[in-house]
């Protein structure tokens, strides 16, 4: 920006660090916002009394005194504050008080001044601050003040910098984002003016990695305008440097090689049953990996029919990925000739390194793999399965469902419940990683090699921390533009982070940061295990909505009310439905019917009112997703509802119409099957519940808006 | 009360009636409020400037002066309120400003004066109502001021009259209740002051059905107590009155003869398959039930091997219950026969009442049915099992898996799920019960039954209204003391309760209103049908807990934190572990394991580390849960888990020690199995979910807490 007048706060901070301290003073303070284009109110500061009535007479009265001294942090505390001084003889009385006051609280504090400021009334007091955060790096943060951000913590996050679109976003989305619209009667505040406070904030913090934390509190919100009242900075003169990060070229190059790996070595490939050496063996071979496979085992010469080497250098041809499964004490010096050999990626399956405190064995490691750009997967994990080349390097179990979704883990438990899951609900899988300790290998590269990954439609993440936070959320950001990604982030309570910290050692950010930046990244946060698998079944399944407009029809009454409920929980926006549809629809139900949305066509109804509704529901053009409510009847059987559901969506996708479409089946034990047949066909449909189909079909809306796609 | 001047509010009602007022003067609300000894400021009625001198002067100052005018409702609009006159020169213009004022407004108003109030500092502002809920009846509800009630919709409700504890739960209740303890550095709340306030004003509105409409609006909270400044009140010279209530003993009359009959008529018995009236036939004997059962038709003389009556009247023994299988029309005429004969219910199957819009016909059948003193269950329904009996009185099919859990739905859908999960998922069911229309029996009716019924142990309802609000909350309340009533209330969003609206006509109460006080009367509240269906299933398998301390014991890292976020979710302590137990769980877990909680065993261990770890904690007294979660591998495989944890906890039963133990499963499909040996043995298990087996408990621990169990 063109008027941000960067020297002055280069100047100031460079005098602060001169004089070894960590806090700027208000005065300071006010410098730094006037260099950043944030307004301040009009004020100066008083050595004297004299001086301070002159300056008053000069701002206008009432003014505000403060004392000003890097001594006194605590201003009020000292009794250095005094509020609505209204007469020249209140002004030169308060200024001889609030000195007074300073030196009882701290003989020797040294007394810059006393800063007379313009007394401002009347407005919405807000916050805007700035913190440096250990997972995302510089952070601003927006909230009303007063009880609502102390009390109600009624704050929201974004990364530093933001648009003005960002900022703006920030503004209306506390909770009580209405009180600035204007409540009672009041004037509505500037809200233009506050998002470009937030914006020059979250500039000024990432032009200046020193500022480590910016708190604007209160900044008085009027309708013509935002003013920061009290600025408080604070000064971090050796910022942690910014992670090291790897270009998007050299990512894919080495993931490229990782996932569709010509030749794999396994270290530690043993012959022996129940082995972990032998389990890896064993899957690559039965799994139908088509490369070569080089078993690595000093004491063998042949394990499952394949020439075993005493060390990956004696292995003759090129090696992509090396297995380790040996003790980790053993790992450096195999690495060291994994290293030598050229190897790609180092898959480190053992465990005992972070994670049960050996951190010096792991930066061991990552120093050794740096030392010949090879990439670490892991440690302490299951390994890793890449479906489109038959891959399972895992000593799991095979899995050979293909399809598009691909799954992460940072535990092995939940890579395991991922599997099992996979497996049972036959979702069609690209990939399943485990990402362990994350030594090297990160979310951010499995997403930047999903998102060019052909055979990859989703991406699903299971994680506890972040190691880079902001590489995270702008990798992720770019990607969802085009492919659903899908989070669980465990720990996301207060005790839930205190145990990822018992378990990883990673400090688990606070939950709030973490929800609105991984909003802000276009992710799709899953609130428990069970959704995020379920959405990584079901999103892929359904087309993108081509629009908001949402209508339930519903052969029971009573499912119709639990379906909007949940498109309510869920963001779904039930359609108006416009006069003319709503005549049309009337044409295929009962008169006691109930158009209007949900559309209730009643319990005793044939297969023709669903089928003709449905139908409807398909051809409006209006209309762009359908949830349907099953009851079970005599009249028409579950089977029977689920063929002629799978009958006319098929029928309008041949004629081009492609709109979601999900089921809630309620009646006996035969609406399993028939859901079953539904979701075959790419019908999100599941018996006695309301909520699952309508959170899928949410989440799929969460997408494609954040996609910019509806 | 003692302190209560009855006397005084009976005369101001009655002044008020006389003068075709529905609104009382801000005087007359400060001497209702008087009578019922809530504290207002200082005041009092000036008629001319002078006499407003003279009182502010007594009164001392700073003042409010406010009009006082029947004609007048909005006074600040009008310019009939000023504030803060701190000379008497102030208030004697202030006077002549606002009668002008008000003259300006309405030319013809009628000025009774002004009123001359102590202006009061300082202190919190909140509010404390009251109004008369059409589901509820008179129901008081208590918020902060400002934003936080308007905006952020931060008030909590009771069903008024309420206990001096009920009113202090509230003021605990909302969202910002801290700052009622105060907060930066502001000085606490007098809580026990505004709690009396709630109580009085319950007491009034109770006292006084007349009172529709309280407002005590703001009240000033300060350290020493609690002052209605503004008091609002609005009559309805004619309140709706009480809805018609049976005696508890005159509901078991009737319910016991219904749920356990001797003899069971069937109105419109069918041979011909197909028919509602062959399939109600079909299902009474094929599901087994032993008493009699007569076919009504007035052209057969033999349905299903049994003799057939033309009419009721012609059969020769006592009849109990009456199932219709006939259409609406026809229903009256029947229903005469059938009160003749002296039957206790009448099921009325057939649909064609007030859910299409036939109001007339539904209250013609319940005046026949109040005439003769038969109880009606719907209309509108699929019918009611109650399994002890063997009895299936439905046009659905026979359910016949024993148990203790008593089902109603008021949906026929919902039912038909209820029917299809319960099968499914192997549920012990005493009772399916559909009460549809509701034109007569309702859920209090149900539950007073099952409260005394020994083959019920959990009772589950889903709702869309309530007929009678207050009479549901009372007997919940009562019978939730006993077993868990498990409350899925489907319309509870906007968008839902329109949805409400249009399918049975019925209005559905605001949900903030119905989660507050299905909350007081000790009810399971279900988020969704899902929900409701797996607390039926589990919490009554669990022993309950007989403290708070929640221990996890995982096998997965990952699991533990999942896990922990679910604790945190559903309201649950997880236990901080005292140094000796810490110890004494390290014993057997690995060094790099973590104790603490969750206890993490990690992922290789054997058998007997899960079984020594849960051993140590159903044997330790402070633990009073046990939450495992199991993580899929060689060395322990998911059946030989799930035997040990059987094992383990039978072995502690037998000694006499029952605690609540649940588990999540990670693994390959193996885990399904297991979870279902685990659930068959009474501990709560799911595969690939850390969310269901936690929301179990919490609702286990949600009932006990509010059945003082805890």
Redesign the interface.
């Known amino acids: 920006m063109a008027d941000y007048d960067r020297a002055a706060v280069d100047r100031i901070i460079a005098a602060v660090a001169a004089e070894g301290r960590t806090t700027l003073t208000a005065p300071e303070g006010r410098l730094v916002c006037q260099a950043y284009g944030i307004p301040t109110p009009a004020e100066g500061l008083a050595a004297t009394a004299e001086e301070a009535v002159a300056l008053a007479e000069d701002i206008g009265l009432p003014v505000v005194l403060k004392i000003v001294s890097p001594d006194v942090l605590h201003k009020t505390e000292a009794g250095g504050v005094l509020v609505g001084l209204g007469t020249a003889a209140e002004v030169a009385a308060g200024f001889e008080t609030i000195v007074a006051n300073a030196r009882a609280y701290k003989a020797d504090a040294e007394i810059v001044g006393v800063q007379v400021q313009k007394l401002l009334t009347g407005g919405q007091e807000v916050i805007v601050g700035a913190v440096t955060d250990p997972t995302f790096g510089k952070i601003v943060a927006f909230g009303l003040g007063?009880?609502?951000v102390?009390?109600?913590k009624?704050v929201t996050f974004r990364l530093a910098p933001t648009t003005l679109e960002e900022a703006s976003s920030m503004v209306d989305g506390i909770?009580?984002a209405?009180?600035l619209r204007g409540?009672?009667g009041a004037p509505p505040a500037d809200r233009e003016a506050l998002a470009d406070v937030i914006r020059r904030v979250g500039d000024l913090v990432t032009d200046f990695p020193q500022l480590s934390e910016v708190d604007l509190n209160p900044i008085l919100a009027t309708p013509d305008g935002a003013t920061a009242v009290d600025v408080r900075i604070i000064v971090d003169p050796e910022p942690a440097p910014e992670p090291v990060r790897f270009s998007q070229e050299q990512i894919l190059a080495a993931m490229n090689r990782i996932m569709k790996p010509a030749a794999v070595a396994v270290i530690g490939a043993s012959a022996e049953p129940?082995k972990i050496g032998n389990s890896v063996m064993r899957n690559l071979v039965d799994g139908g990996y088509r490369g070569e496979i080089y078993p690595i085992n000093p004491k063998s010469d042949e394990i499952l029919d394949r020439k075993a080497y005493r060390s990956i250098s004696d292995v003759p041809g090129d090696v992509d990925v090396a297995v380790f499964a040996i003790p980790a004490k053993f790992v450096p010096a195999a690495l060291e000739e994994v290293g030598a050999k050229g190897v790609a990626g180092a898959i480190l399956i053992p465990?005992?390194f972070g994670?049960?405190?050996n951190h010096e064995l792991q930066a061991e490691v990552v120093a050794i793999a740096r030392k010949h750009g090879v990439r670490i997967l892991g440690p302490n994990i299951y390994g890793y399965y890449y479906t489109p080349e038959n891959l399972s390097a895992t000593f799991?179990?095979p899995y050979d469902v293909k399809g598009g979704v691909a799954l992460s883990?940072?535990?092995?438990?939940?890579g395991?419940?991922i599997?099992?899951?996979s497996?049972?609900a036959n979702i069609g899988v690209s990939s399943i990683v485990g990402v362990g300790n994350k030594a090297d290998l990160d979310e951010d590269d499995l997403l930047t090699f999903f998102e060019q990954d052909e055979n990859t439609s989703l991406i699903a993440m299971?994680l506890?921390d972040l190691k880079d936070g902001r590489a995270f959320a702008e990798t992720a950001k770019r990607v969802s533009a085009k492919k659903p990604v899908v989070v669980?982030k465990?720990?996301?309570?207060?005790?839930?982070a205190?145990?990822?910290g018992?378990?990883?050692g990673a400090l688990a950010g606070n939950d709030k940061v973490y929800d609105d930046i991984l909003r802000q990244s276009g992710v799709i946060r899953a609130?428990?295990?069970?959704?995020m698998?379920e959405y990584a079944r079901g999103v892929p399944l359904l087309p993108t909505p081509q629009g908001e407009n949402v209508v339930i029809i519903?052969?029971?009454?009573?499912?119709?009310?639990?379906l909007?409920?949940?498109?309510?929980?869920n963001g779904l926006s039930?359609m108006e439905i416009p006069p003319d549809l709503d005549a049309a629809f009337r044409e295929f139900i009962p008169p006691?019917g109930?158009a209007?949305?949900?559309v209730?066509i009643t319990?005793g109804e044939p297969p023709s009112t669903y089928r003709n509704t449905i139908a409807l529901g398909l051809s409006d053009e209006r209309v762009h997703a359908l949830v349907l409510?099953y009851?079970?009847t005599?009249v028409t059987p579950p089977m029977v509802f689920a063929e002629l559901v799978v009958d006319v969506v098929r029928e309008f996708r041949d004629k081009g119409v492609h709109k979601p479409v999900v089921a809630s089946l309620?009646?006996?034990?035969?609406?399993?099957e028939a859901s079953e047949h539904l979701y075959r066909h790419g019908i999100v449909a599941y018996?006695?519940?309301?909520?699952?189909p309508v959170a899928v079909l949410g989440a799929k809306y969460r997408w494609a808006r954040s996609a910019g796609l509806l």
Chains 1, 2 share one sequence.
């Open positions: 007063g009880v609502l102390e009390v109600l009624d909770a009580a209405e009180v409540v009672r129940g465990s005992g994670e049960t405190g799991c179990t883990s940072q535990s092995g438990g939940i395991m419940a599997l099992g899951f497996r049972s299971h506890e669980l465990a720990g996301r309570t207060d005790q839930g205190k145990a990822a018992s378990h990883t609130p428990g295990l069970n959704d698998l519903t052969g029971a009454g009573g499912s119709g009310v639990l909007s409920d949940a498109c309510v929980d039930l006691f109930a209007g949305n949900p209730d319990g409510g009851w079970h005599i309620s009646g006996d034990v035969e609406v399993e018996p006695y519940t309301t909520e699952k």
